[in-house]
């Protein structure tokens, strides 16, 4: 878990804070890239359907 936290706080600081609504869609693509973040571009492609 705390290696998620330093990884989200890290790349959250670069948007330089975001609204409370939207917050959310941060965290799961932040999610999303730190689960994936070994073969990011293979698995986004995947869920995108440009690669079968």
Partial sequence: MRGFW???KERLLKFHG???DNFIY???E???R???RDNIDD???KC???IN
């Fill in 30 to 32: 932040l999610e999303f």
């Fill in 26 to 28: 941060y965290l799961k």
């Fill in 34 to 36: 730190y689960n994936f």
């Fill in 18 to 20: 975001v609204s409370k």
């Fill in 6 to 8: 330093s990884y989200a």
């Fill in 43 to 45: 698995s986004l492609y």
């Fill in 48 to 50: 995108l359907g440009v």
